[in-house]
């Protein structure tokens, strides 16, 4: 057999391996810590989703679990708040791709000097983007999360948030927006439903759900006593 | 744009080798292989270099071959087919060698200038494996046409004047 004859062999048969091979290797199973309703709870006032404890996980570390780097960001919302936050353009969890938003634990008067150092200011439609200066976002990295965001890439029947997560204990209305907003306060969650867009499911430890609520109740109208 | 040789069967195999592992490199390696690959990146990220590990030394065995083969004493027809897979393997090197250093570099900037995933694949897919795909599909097309001479007994006219030899019909 010429070696011309071996190569044309040997690279059709090596193919065929590679991509039957390719066939046999399974799937990735979604992981628990992967699903938006594996709410653990490792003290009776913490919260940990998606393998991440609510004040006490860092940025970073999210980073490292979820295999995606996070864009760090201050927010200047229209009446003055500042929030520093780390948002995840893509995530993929149990197969299916979403955004995530986490919002460091990082007190006032510290935004206000991050504020100041400031490298870029970018307006956005509600309120304005501060780039941070290097130090600044290493700092924003170490900071435990407060608060965690998740928007799947899909549309979630109302149906599928009840029977995963249970009826919520308060149901509140936005009168603005006309968005709903189930409320778990055991879990630290507010899911908001808004008719056709896709859901936002927010998480804070149990003892911060007083004040993530607080707006919503001086805004809105409560749909369930 | 082609002459016609009276190659004898074991001429007309000798003369198709080229060709036949330059297209099986490109349809089985470069697209079932890169596929297959690609697939389970997110379970083996480095199997996909087995694409261009196998790829590059294909095309150096063809580069290798046909300069044993222009030296040797074959015939005009065996010839002139190594000179045109030579000189079509040559340039699908330099193809290979610029994606692989597009892709590369682009990796490279992703990561130190902190570019969004999304961001890091349309660049990538657009500026190196878009171009690269269009030009992997025509050298398809022409390895299947030098497949096709070789099979019909033909040369191409330009390489016969460039490997000249009497016994040409």
């Known amino acids: ?225 | 744009m082609s002459e016609k040789y009276h190659a004898t069967p074991d001429e007309i195999i000798r003369a198709k080798w080229p060709h036949e592992i330059f297209l099986i490199n490109l349809v089985f390696n470069h697209i079932l292989v890169f596929a297959s690959t690609f697939g389970v990146f997110s379970t083996f990220p480095l199997l996909v270099l087995v694409v261009p590990f196998l790829s590059f030394s294909i095309t150096a065995y063809i580069l290798f071959k046909a300069r044993v083969i222009a030296a040797g004493d074959d015939t005009i027809f065996v010839k002139a087919h190594w000179q045109v897979a030579q000189k079509r393997n040559k340039h699908f090197m330099l193809l290979l060698t610029a994606t692989c250093l597009v892709i590369s570099l682009g990796l490279w900037l992703s990561k130190m200038m902190g570019w969004s995933k999304i961001g890091t694949i349309a660049l990538l897919g657009g500026a190196g494996l878009l171009p690269f795909m269009v030009s992997l599909l025509v050298l398809i097309v022409l390895g299947n046409d030098s497949m096709y001479q070789a099979r019909h007994s033909k040369l191409p006219k330009h390489v016969v004047s460039a490997v000249s030899q009497p016994s040409i019909q």
């Open chain 1, 1 to 225: 057999m010429s070696l011309e004859k071996k190569i044309y062999w040997g690279v059709g048969i090596f193919s065929f391996v590679v991509i039957f091979g390719a066939f046999l290797i399974p799937g990735d199973r979604p992981e628990q810590e992967d699903l938006p309703w594996h709410i653990e709870h490792p003290t009776p006032d913490s919260v940990r989703i998606f393998g991440l404890t609510l004040g006490q996980s860092t940025p970073a570390q999210a980073e490292a679990r979820f295999k995606e780097q996070a864009e760090p960001s201050l927010f200047k919302s229209p009446e003055g708040k500042l929030a520093a936050e780390l948002f995840f353009e893509q995530v993929n969890l149990a197969g299916l791709r979403s955004r995530i938003v986490l919002t460091a634990d990082i007190p006032e008067t510290e935004l206000h000097t991050m504020y100041e150092r400031g490298l870029r200011m970018a307006g956005t439609g509600s309120g304005k983007k501060i780039t941070l200066t290097p130090e600044d976002v290493e700092r924003l990295r170490a900071t435990p999360i407060s608060s965690l965001t998740y928007m799947p890439g899909v549309k979630v029947d109302e149906m599928l948030f009840k029977k995963r997560f249970g009826e919520p204990q308060q149901i509140i209305k936005e009168r603005k927006s006309g968005a709903i907003h189930w409320l778990y306060p055991q879990h630290g969650l507010d899911i908001t439903l808004g008719g056709s867009e896709k859901p936002v499911l927010q998480y804070v430890a149990p003892a911060q759900f007083s004040k993530l609520i607080q707006p919503l109740l001086e805004n809105g109208e409560r749909l369930t006593p």
